[in-house]
Nanobody, 121 residues
Framework: QTQLAESGGGSVQTGGSLTLSCVVSGNSYNYLGWIRQAPGKEREVVAAINRGGNVEFYPDSVKDRFTISTDNAKRTAYLQMTSLKPEDTAMYYC????????????????WGQGTQVTVSS
């Protein structure tokens, strides 16, 4: 079993920045992803990283604005978000242990409870 706990969400204005954290406990993982879900929309994987921290993936919607990283000594993953837009408003989850494509949120086995990010215009 792998447990994940997110923190760092909050409210910011357009153009602002936030860094989310995800503490991982229990078993290790192969890939960790950050997935968001806005009201009325499907979940979207916004970043993924391998255990070694040297392979990263981003969709075009957040590329060059979001950065995923890991600190294995602290068993913590981060999502640094810059140039935030109102459309980034969502609940953000970290999830681990991937089967299949990093783009498919359904492929992540273990999930945290989520942290809310709200971007106002």
């Amino acid at each position: 079993q792998t447990q994940l706990a997110e923190s760092g969400g909050g409210s910011v204005q357009t153009g602002g920045s936030l860094t989310l954290s995800c503490v991982v406990s229990g078993n290790s993982y192969n890939y960790l992803g950050w997935i968001r879900q806005a009201p009325g929309k499907e979940r979207e994987v916004v970043a993924a990283i391998n255990r070694g921290g040297n392979v990263e993936f981003y969709p075009d919607s957040v590329k060059d604005r979001f950065t995923i990283s890991t600190d294995n000594a602290k068993r913590t993953a981060y999502l640094q978000m810059t140039s935030l837009k109102p459309e980034d408003t969502a609940m953000y989850y970290c999830a681990a242990e991937l089967v299949g494509s990093w783009k498919l949120y359904s492929g992540y086995k273990y999930w945290g409870q989520g942290t809310q990010v709200t971007v106002s215009s």
